[in-house]
């Protein structure tokens, strides 16, 4: 029998999704539900005055108006989760309703509960605040400066932290090498853009004390957690539903304020509290990702071996540190400095940084994008100051296949990976060698073509929960899963990962099914209402398959090697004397001697013939908590034609090698590959968002921030080498956040490398056409054509 | 993303929204809403009442007019480009439409809605200068028709006065044999142009009998290119295009924005300006 693990099948909850029959949280009524909006502020950073809620309160259909003042000694200040160590971290108090002072341009500093959403929304604009404006600062590296607007009182220089990582001895690798290379680099701000935006339905019960909380969540366990702190219910009492969640790219990991206090006005009004965020509020109010400032530095031998990097990093936290804010620019992105190769002297520094914009915290590969962004432009201009092929310098500077597991300069152990393999597969599949031959005669013609490499290593599979004490992160990172298996063998999987997009009811199933020798549509996966699930710690980090997936895997063991016993009792055979075959155990030589695992099933629930100390049931939990993260690693390439006249961008081609050890299902695999590549060239291209001198957020809808759309993006080209992990049964990394981690550096490196022969060594991202075209101007020494 | 409060009227007839109109309460007329709606949910619109025409026949359909054509005004895109009619006479519309919107937008949104809106970096308002098209007005008061080289004020604004209804847009003939074209260069993320560029090119034997360039995305409002008259006369060869595009933006207070800055968008309207000119040159009959 061919198993599920490895087939491509069809994604199961496509169907609900794309017919419209998906229960999303905005989707959930309840008898008596109200409704709650947000007054945010207009200015990115003011004193503020008297918060006159009057007018408002008297307005048809307003049931409650409350300003900070009203709840600031009832709740708990949104908790900042991950306290990174020995970095003098300083992270002051988020008050769920802004007092004293507003920090970003839609801090929340009231909010009304009323009958109608439409009666709500009217309500906001007759709430008088007095605000005095102060000075806003929105560019992390200047907002550490002397003189700059200062957030928090007790937080000079804004500065939340100053983090380093070393190994080796960098300054003296820079002082003795032959070659040396430094760039300036911004790695701008990007608005997650999840599909659907937050919401929150919050149903208090004051007869039972329970709460429960429908909401956009990618870690319910977790939010359950701190709902439980910030309102001061037993955690028992708290309950966490996330149905559907249309996307979240890390956006939906954090606590935010605004379910938080949906859920106090439930408690306080008796009835069930719905807030919906609209487009141009998410995009103020949810967090943002990136924003670093950096100065990167790079050294090597003339004949391309790299002997050092150096960073010093600005990385902008927003307003306040948002849940896992401190641990994205430190834990995940500057342990990863050697990327794929083996830089023995390292150092790093990351300047965490308040500024009057909203929120920074994980966005789709959460710090490895602008750590495999820095070091992939860094082996580019490398390559080019030493006159070498960029491909020669990476090669020469991998990590060879047979030296793993290898513990790089950072300190991590990297478990597994063939660097050559995914490099040599790419460049056959583009044929490099003609590439370049035809780039060499479109410069004589004077077009611009160019070719960018990408090499990448990635962490994942987040991760030993001992690791996550130590780096100061306020959970555990293992996960679970209950098999249960009913009496006519049908099985519902609970886990603790919460899918939003990347198809675990479907692979899940597969590594279900296959343990069983069921069909796949024998098994139902369940998750995201902490009820029903065990304590999980949610989808981020690419973690729900490596580590979740385990926990299925195990779990699903255990309940075989239950039914295996009640199946030997049946057989009147020993355990030692069957073999699984298809779908059933057969005794060895009696092949007419079976019994399925469904017949097995149907008499552990029955209980009516079960062997001596066996329990009646047929379920079991399996936690998993891995000895390492997983290490993903590939090579993209992108060729690119650039219009000189106009700047405009064309990507030729795209190919995307990746390794994430055996797929469960090479299709959902590629998909998410398309999707990581695509948000990764959106980053590379368009994507960006822009503050002013007084932090207004320019770009603040759709109409002026850059989604990529689909007839903007190319033809992707995927491959796969298989290079299982040693650290999970099953062999899988993470795949959830490759493509965007890779793409970035390969489509700007392949832009710089068409505008080579002008001299320009660097362009910041986003490559829009203005912005290369200016880039052009200054080469050709007209200034911008002004 | 919730309007203030509006009473919403759908009128039987245009009469009926012309009486409407003739209140001057702060009455708005919405068609496909393509235009309006966003304003409306973002609240920098907020008009008492909206009066309905998007479902009335007699403002919808493209008609032969002699050897010109008249849009109603209610038309949406997807007529348009469905529209024999156009795609024979006024190529540059299909060319144009087609690349308004998606497909959704274009079921629903209307040449006359999109024109009133004004938006300085719109398409189609190029399209309509360099066409010569007339706008036939209509209010309680009388029927007017305002050239489109007269109806584009601003940002924002036009010719029309508070209490009238566009109905319907009057295309003169094309002069016989001419090509046209119609170029932009698209804001990555709202599709409009950051510089567009509309030509019309009629060749008499060797040289160049008629030429009529507009731009749009360059400055508060779209505009005639005066110097296209310029390339009349000539043989049309790249010297003499690139001369007339040059200036299209010449005089002209470009803008600028995080989009494009100033000196970048006054170059696209160069390349849109001469690529437009070319495709309009070659696509005129010799």
């Known amino acids: ?786 | 993303m919730i309007p203030q409060t509006f009473d919403y009227v759908r009128a039987r007839n245009v009469g009926d929204a012309l009486k409407a109109l003739a209140a001057k309460d702060g009455t708005k007329v919405i068609a496909g809403g393509h235009s309006l709606i966003p304003l409306l949910k973002f609240r920098l619109a907020q008009p008492a009442r909206l009066v309905d025409i998007g479902h009335l026949d007699e403002l919808r359909g493209v008609t032969e007019v002699r050897r010109g054509a008249k849009i109603g005004a209610a038309t949406t895109y997807r007529d348009l480009l469905e529209s024999k009619l156009l795609a024979e006479r006024y190529p540059i519309i299909a060319e144009v439409t087609s690349g308004i919107g998606d497909l959704q937008v274009r079921n629903k949104g209307t040449i006359g809605g999109g024109l009133a809106h004004a938006d300085p970096a719109a398409d189609m308002p190029a399209v309509m200068l360099a066409l010569d098209a007339q706008l036939v007005l209509r209010s309680k008061r009388g029927k007017r028709t305002v050239a489109a080289r007269e109806f584009f004020q601003g940002a924002f604004s036009t010719a029309m006065a508070e209490d009238e209804l566009l109905i319907a847009i009057a295309l003169p003939p094309l002069p016989r044999g001419a090509g046209t074209a119609y170029v932009s260069f698209e804001q990555a993320a709202s599709g409009y142009a950051l510089a567009g560029a509309a030509a019309v090119v009629k060749r008499s034997r060797s040289t160049v009998a008629h030429c009529t360039l507009a731009m749009t995305g360059i400055s508060d409002r779209p505009y005639l290119v005066r110097a296209a008259e310029q390339l009349v006369g000539t043989q049309g060869l790249p010297d003499a295009i690139e001369h007339v595009a040059a200036q299209a933006a010449a005089g002209v207070e470009v803008n600028g924005d995080i989009h494009a800055p100033a000196d970048y968008r006054r170059h696209l309207a160069v390349v849109a300006a001469r690529r437009a000119l070319q495709k309009a040159f070659v696509r005129s009959k010799k």
Not at chain 1, 267 to 287: F, H, Q
Not at chain 1, 388 to 409: G, H, L
Not at chain 1, 414 to 422: I, P
Not at chain 1, 618 to 645: I, K, M, Q, R, S
Request: net charge neutral; aromatic share 8%.
């Open chain 1, 1 to 786: 029998m061919p198993t599920l693990f490895g087939s491509g099948i069809k994604r199961r909850e496509d169907p609900r999704l794309i017919t419209g029959r998906a229960t999303y949280t905005d989707d959930v009524k309840l008898p008596g539900l109200i409704y709650l909006a947000i007054l945010r502020s207009p200015y990115a950073h003011a004193k503020l005055g008297k918060v006159d809620t009057k007018a408002a309160k008297a307005a048809p259909g307003v049931l409650a108006v409350y300003a900070g003042a009203d709840i600031t000694d009832r709740v708990v200040p949104v908790p900042c989760a991950w306290n990174v160590p020995n970095c003098n971290l300083k992270t002051p108090p988020h008050p769920l309703l802004a007092h004293q002072k507003v920090r970003y341009v839609g801090d929340g500093v009231a909010m009304v509960i009323a009958e109608s959403r439409a009666a709500a929304r009217d309500a906001l604009d007759l709430i008088e605040v007095d605000y005095e404006p102060l000075k806003a600062v929105t560019d992390p590296e200047r907002a550490c400066q002397q003189g700059a607007p200062q957030l928090h009182a007790d937080v000079p220089n804004n500065l939340a932290f100053t983090w380093v990582v070393a190994g080796g001895n960098a300054d003296e690798a820079f002082a003795k090498a032959e070659a040396k290379v430094s760039l300036r680099i911004v790695q701008q701000r990007l608005l997650p853009t999840a599909m659907e935006p937050r919401a929150a339905v919050a149903s208090y019960n004051a007869g039972t004390g329970q709460l429960t909380l429908w909401a956009t969540s990618q870690n319910p366990h977790i939010h359950r957690f701190l709902c439980s702190v910030m309102l001061k219910i037993p955690e028992h009492r708290v309950r966490v539903i996330a149905p559907e969640v249309g996307g979240g790219f890390g956006s939906k990991i954090p606590c935010y304020a605004d379910e938080v206090l949906a859920c106090l006005a439930s408690m306080d009004l008796g009835r069930p509290v719905k807030w919906t965020e609209d487009r141009s509020e998410n995009y103020k109010a949810t967090i943002h990702g990136r924003d670093h400032v950096e100065y990167v530095e790079m050294c090597g031998t003339r004949d391309g071996k790299i002997t050092g990097l150096r960073t010093r990093v600005y990385a902008g936290l927003g307003g306040y540190a948002s849940t896992a804010a401190p641990g994205v620019p430190t834990i995940l992105h500057g342990l990863m400095y050697s990327g794929a190769y083996t830089i023995p002297n390292i150092h790093g520094t990351v300047h965490g940084v308040y500024t009057t914009a909203t929120p920074v915290d994980a966005y789709r590969g959460a710090g490895r994008p602008e750590a495999t962004y820095l070091i992939e432009r860094l082996v580019d201009t490398l390559a080019r100051e030493i006159g070498m092929d960029p491909v020669e310098v990476r090669r020469k500077n991998f990590i060879p296949k047979d030296a793993f597991p290898y513990t790089v300069a950072t300190g991590l152990t990297y478990d597994s990976g063939n660097y050559h393999g995914t490099l040599d597969k790419a460049l056959g599949m583009l044929d490099y060698g003609a590439f370049r031959a035809e780039q060499e005669k479109a410069r004589q013609q004077g077009r611009y073509l160019g070719v960018g490499v990408s090499s990448y290593a990635e962490i994942c599979g987040l991760g030993p929960s001992q690791v996550a004490g130590a780096v100061g992160f306020g959970g555990g990172l293992y996960d679970s899963a209950v098999v249960r298996v009913y009496p006519t063998g049908m099985v519902r999987v609970y886990i603790g990962t919460k899918p939003h997009g990347q198809g675990e009811e479907t692979t899940f199933a597969q590594i279900v099914a296959d343990e069983f020798g069921y069909p796949v549509e024998s098994v139902e996966i369940v998750h995201g209402d902490t009820e029903s699930t065990p304590q999980g710690w949610g989808t981020y980090g690419s973690r729900t398959t490596a580590v979740g997936g385990t926990a299925v895997k195990l779990a699903a063991q255990r309940v075989k090697e239950k039914a295996k016993k009640v199946a030997a009792h049946l057989l009147e055979a020993n355990e030692a004397d069957l073999e699984w075959k298809d779908d059933a155990w057969v005794v060895r030589g009696s092949p007419d001697k079976r019994k399925s695992f469904a017949e097995a099933a149907l008499m552990a629930n029955v209980a009516w013939n079960l062997p001596a100390g066996v329990e009646p049931g047929l379920e079991a939990t399996a936690f998993f908590d891995p000895t390492n993260f997983v290490y993903p690693f590939g090579t993209h390439l992108c060729t690119v034609e650039v219009n000189p006249e106009t700047g405009q961008v064309t990507v030729l081609r795209y190919i995307a090698v990746d390794d994430c050890g055996p797929p469960i299902n090479p299709m959902i695999v590629e998909g998410q590959v398309h999707g990581g590549v695509i948000q990764g060239i959106g980053e590379a291209l368009q994507e960006m968002a822009v503050y002013d001198a007084e932090g207004q957020l320019l770009t603040g809808t759709m109409m002026d921030y850059a989604v990529p759309k689909a007839s903007q993006m190319p033809k992707i080209e995927t491959a796969h080498t298989v290079t299982p992990s040693p650290v999970n049964p099953l062999g899988v990394k993470g795949v959830g956040e490759t493509g965007t981690i890779a793409s970035v550096a390969a489509v700007v490196n392949a832009v710089c490398d068409a505008l080579a022969p002008l001299g320009i060594k660097h362009i910041d991202k986003p490559l829009t056409p203005a912005r290369v075209w200016a880039a052009i101007q200054q080469a050709k020494g007209n200034g911008g054509g002004r």
